[in-house]
């Protein structure tokens, strides 16, 4: 089968997986051709958030396992990649463009959001206590400026993660200018 006999349909279905998208990130980012070991390292470090020196054996034989039985056999079925499991090497086939809108973007650079808003939900927290105790004559006079700079700051990083995780926003507002 080839690239241009794959419905949306199909391709949502291989792309549905995060093992498959991030093999056809890895492939592209390294020149459209790669072995095994590197591959399996990759990948196990973005499941795991860490780099490839720090995966463990455990996490490398776990995503080396789905790779090699699942997960390779599947994307060369579908003509994504030429896979030979007898020398390890993988290679994307031509017409990446296809892939582009199924693939994580920015895979190395995710921010870790949720502890930011964690960060801002507790200050919120220790805001309303302070307030709610009345410590001090100061605290009951300021409580609305807290709420007011809690609220602020979490629209601020709500709309920095949106800008952030849409990186096409920024372009197309400044080319909206020209």
């Known amino acids: 089968m080839t690239d241009s006999e794959l419905t949306q349909a199909e391709l949502f279905d291989v792309f549905s997986n995060a093992r498959r998208r991030r093999t056809v990130q890895y492939l592209k980012r390294n020149g459209g051709t790669c072995d095994l070991a590197p591959l399996v390292e990759q990948v196990a470090a973005w499941e795991n958030e860490t780099s490839p020196e ?3 054996r455990t996490q490398r034989r776990r995503v080396y396992i ?7 056999p599947m994307l060369e079925d579908h003509g994504i990649v030429d896979w030979n499991p007898d020398d390890h090497i993988i290679e994307l086939l031509p ?7 199924y693939l994580d973007r920015r895979l190395e650079d995710q921010r870790s959001w949720h502890r930011i808003y964690a960060s801002v939900t507790s200050l919120g927290v220790v805001g309303l206590a302070v307030s709610w ?7 009951t006079a300021i409580a609305p400026a807290v ?4 609220c602020a700051t979490v629209l601020l990083v709500a709309l920095a993660q949106h800008v952030a995780r849409r990186p096409d926003v920024g372009r197309s507002l400044g080319s909206a200018g020209r």
């Open 54 to 56: 720090d995966v463990t």
């Open 66 to 72: 789905s790779l090699y039985q699942t997960h390779l």
């Open 95 to 101: 017409s990446e463009d296809l892939f582009e809108p």
């Open 133 to 139: 105790l009345s410590i001090g004559p100061l605290s």
């Open 147 to 150: 709420a007011l700079v809690v």
